[in-house]
């Protein structure tokens, strides 16, 4: 199955976001900061994506909250993209 994720490539990327994504890659280690700005920005977020080394360093607690409002976590890279280019990119999953 194609997802289309919205990359986030900064933390200046999720000020840009416009509340409707459902998919979001991060291309950068997020904090729970990001995290939390991010569940709030995106009420209707149903998918994080993470490239695998970051996926292992984020907290239980944070993948709990995921978990509590129904929000996948996947594990993946999307390589050479350029976000100042395209916002999106179409992965399969």
Not at 23 to 49: A, M, T, Y
Not at 61 to 82: C, E, F, P, S, Y
């Amino acid at each position: 199955m194609k997802v289309t994720f919205r990359v986030i490539g900064s933390e200046e990327d999720l000020e840009e976001l416009t509340g409707t994504e459902e998919n979001v890659h991060f291309c950068f280690r997020p904090s729970e900061k990001n995290i939390f700005d991010l569940l709030k920005k995106c009420p209707k977020l149903k998918r994080i994506q993470l490239p695998p080394s970051y996926h292992k360093t984020v907290s239980n607690t944070t993948k709990l909250l995921l978990q509590m409002r129904g929000i996948q976590t996947a594990v993946g890279d999307i390589w050479g993209h350029r976000t100042d280019i395209e916002k999106t990119a179409s992965v399969e999953v």
